[in-house]
């Protein structure tokens, strides 16, 4: 399956439905957006060293995000058992969700159909998504050894809010 172009600021971003916890009710983005905004940060695949320095960043950055009232999703394709147990690598407090099936990847426009010769892993990614499900700042690198600037979104975020205060 050929990716999509990939979402830019001001579009909408796609709901999906994604597995947290066998056994527990997927997440979706349209229930999460609810209660304020989400940033989602897909990454290729847990337990490789870039993901797992990027998932300690996360992790240490993901208490000011929660206090903020930001909720904080991963995404990557692996399994939600991998995921479980890369969670605790770094104590991640925050919901590591699989898209064994590619769909949100996919529909982010973020799918790598050409990663070291795998196919349909995501690019390391982030997308801020306010709580009308309007996509308010996207970083996308075709790159994996490359990390998101955590500054940068958390500039992108404090405009946000700012923006919500003066509406």
Same mark, same amino acid.
Request: glycine content about 6%; overall charge negative; aromatic content about 10%.
């Given at each position: 399956?050929a990716?999509s172009k990939a979402?830019?600021?001001?579009d909408?971003a796609?709901?999906?439905?994604l597995?947290h %916890?066998?056994g527990e009710?997927p997440?979706?983005?349209?229930?999460?957006? %609810?209660?304020?905004?989400?940033?989602? &940060? &897909?990454?290729p695949?847990? &337990?490789s060293s870039v993901?797992?320095?990027?998932?300690c960043?996360?992790?240490?950055?993901?208490?000011g995000?929660?206090e903020a009232?930001?909720?904080? /999703?991963?995404?990557?394709?692996?399994?939600p058992f991998? /995921?479980? %147990?890369?969670?605790?690598?770094?104590d991640a407090?925050?919901?590591?969700?699989?898209?064994?099936? %590619?769909?949100a990847?996919?529909?982010?426009?973020? =799918?790598?159909?050409?990663?070291y010769?795998m196919e349909?892993? +995501?690019?390391?990614?982030?997308f801020?998504?306010?709580?009308?499900?309007?996509?308010?700042?996207?970083?996308i690198?075709e790159? +994996?050894? =490359?990390?998101?600037?955590?500054?940068?979104?958390?500039?992108a975020?404090?405009e946000?809010?700012?923006?919500?205060v003066?509406?």
């Open positions: 399956m990716p979402l830019s600021p001001g909408l796609p709901d999906f439905s597995v %916890r066998p009710d997440v979706r983005l349209s229930h999460e957006i %609810r209660s304020g905004p989400v940033i989602l &940060f &897909f990454f695949l847990a &337990f993901c797992t320095e990027e998932l960043a996360l992790a240490e950055a993901w208490k995000w929660d009232g930001v909720r904080v /999703l991963g995404i990557s394709v692996d399994s991998a /995921l479980a %147990r890369f969670a605790q690598v770094c407090e925050f919901p590591l969700l699989s898209d064994f099936n %590619r769909e990847c996919t529909a982010f426009g973020v =799918r790598n159909d050409n990663f010769g349909g892993v +995501a690019n390391r990614s982030v801020l998504v306010d709580g009308a499900g309007i996509i308010r700042y996207v970083w690198s790159d +994996a050894s =490359r990390l998101p600037d955590l500054e940068e979104v958390r500039t975020l404090a946000l809010k700012a923006r919500a003066q509406s």
